[in-house]
């Protein structure tokens, strides 16, 4: 059976990012989705369309068609007393690097990451991997039929190995495979 609507793939793959493996499924652990329900970048599953299990793939994306370019308005300064709770700041939250949960004045969820900490706290809140170059390269280890099953167990936001980069955004499964779940 080859990669289209409706079908659920079962891939392993590998992303360097910078010359630099960022992400990898695990030994065994095939990454594991929906075909065609966003769950993917749409140029990743463009990309794979088509393919049957036993196919290898290798392919770039470029800023535009992964994470989007850098946007300097998305790095901020934000006060300090912002990240209070009782008056105090939590020991350890204000690292450089950290990744922090945080919401708009409209209530919309957003992770940011701490790029500095002095008087006030910049915080960047583009996508980890956005204005990079993703490098993909796997193989389709099985392709099949989309069951109700399938569709359940996405329903929740979690699936089988839908997002496994480990960033999370805060719900929000920005990332490719491999870009999250870490």
């Known amino acids: 059976m080859k990669i289209?609507?409706?079908?659920?793939?079962?891939?392993d793959y590998k992303l360097e990012v910078d010359g630099k493996i960022a992400d990898q499924s695990k030994p065994g652990q095939p990454l594991k989705f929906a075909y065609g329900m966003g769950m993917l970048l749409p140029k990743f599953e463009e990309a794979i369309a088509g393919m049957q299990p036993g196919d290898e793939f290798k392919f770039t994306l470029s800023p535009t068609d992964?994470?989007?370019?850098?946007?300097?308005?998305a790095v901020v300064e934000i006060p300090k007393n912002v990240f209070e709770v009782n008056g105090a700041v939590e020991p350890g939250l204000l690292e450089v690097g950290n990744m922090i949960p945080m919401a708009d004045n409209q209530g919309n969820r957003l992770l940011g990451r701490v790029v500095a900490v002095a008087e006030v706290v910049t915080m960047d809140f583009n996508h980890p991997m956005a204005g990079k170059t993703l490098n993909f390269s796997g193989k389709i280890e099985d392709v099949r039929e989309l069951t109700p099953?399938?569709?359940?167990?996405f329903a929740g936001g979690g699936g089988e190995g839908a997002c496994s980069c480990g960033c999370e955004e805060g719900g929000d499964c920005s990332c490719e495979p491999g870009t999250c779940g870490e």
């Open 66 to 73: 992964g994470y989007g370019e850098m946007i300097k308005e």
């Open 4 to 11: 289209s609507e409706n079908t659920f793939v079962a891939l």
């Open 149 to 153: 099953e399938d569709l359940q167990g």
